[in-house]
T-cell receptor
């Protein structure tokens, strides 16, 4: 099935640094979602985006729904060790509730 | 709010046996639930969409007779892996949908010996 192109695949950063990751799609999405998954757990919803150009924050996290509706980015400011995990973007097309997932960005934060 | 539970969290079974995994939405009703499979270090792959009161819709390549889905109520969907084999070992995750947002359960680790 279709997958989103998510990059980077992994990141190794120092505590306090800012992080940016993004997803692109070849088709137009109506919804972009960003999830975080920790080992052995299910994904946890971080931010949901519904409109092109929408910029939404959740604490130190900020995500944007691209103007073309084919991309989205997630920024994490002032990273802390508990930010460690795998971040997935996901999107839905048209009126579908089905989500297509990116391959994930594995974030490692060194104290 | 929007809490989804799964049971069991881990299961080990012998090859040839069937395993049932439950997915419950604890504080909301979900007409639609989804079942995913995730292999180590990989993304989530949608297996099927579970609709309350009707048959599940399976993704291409997913055997409906092997992965039986029942959505008996607005808060419960079950996935039964029939005649499990070692290649069915995986992390199975369910989600429940509210509007356009999916909330995930904690997952079930299935190991088939």
């Amino acid at each position: 099935g279709q997958q989103l192109n998510q990059s980077p695949q992994s990141m190794f950063i120092q505590e306090g640094e800012d992080v940016s990751m993004n997803c692109t799609s070849s088709s137009i999405f109506n919804t972009w979602l960003w999830y975080k998954q920790e080992p052995g757990e299910g994904p946890v919803l971080l931010i949901a985006l519904y409109k092109a150009g929408e910029l939404t924050s959740n604490g130190r996290l900020t995500a944007q729904f691209g103007i073309t509706r084919k991309d989205s980015f997630l920024n994490i400011s002032a990273s802390i060790p508990s930010d460690v995990g795998i971040y997935f973007c996901a999107g839905s097309e048209g009126g579908s509730e089905k989500l297509v997932f990116g391959k994930g960005t594995k974030l490692t934060v060194n104290p | 709010g929007a809490v989804v539970s799964q049971h069991p969290s881990r299961v080990i079974c012998k090859s040839g046996t069937s395993v049932k995994i439950e997915c419950r939405s604890l504080d909301f009703q979900a007409t639609t639930m989804f079942w995913y499979r995730q292999f180590p270090k990989q993304s989530l792959m949608l297996m099927a969409t579970s609709n309350e009161g009707s048959k599940a819709t399976y993704e291409q390549g997913v055997e409906k007779d092997k992965f039986l889905i029942n959505h008996a109520s607005l808060t419960l969907s079950t996935l039964t892996v029939t005649s499990a084999h070692p290649e069915d070992s995986s992390f199975y995750i369910c989600s429940a949908s509210i509007v356009n947002e999916q909330f995930f359960g904690p997952g079930t680790r299935l190991t088939v010996l």
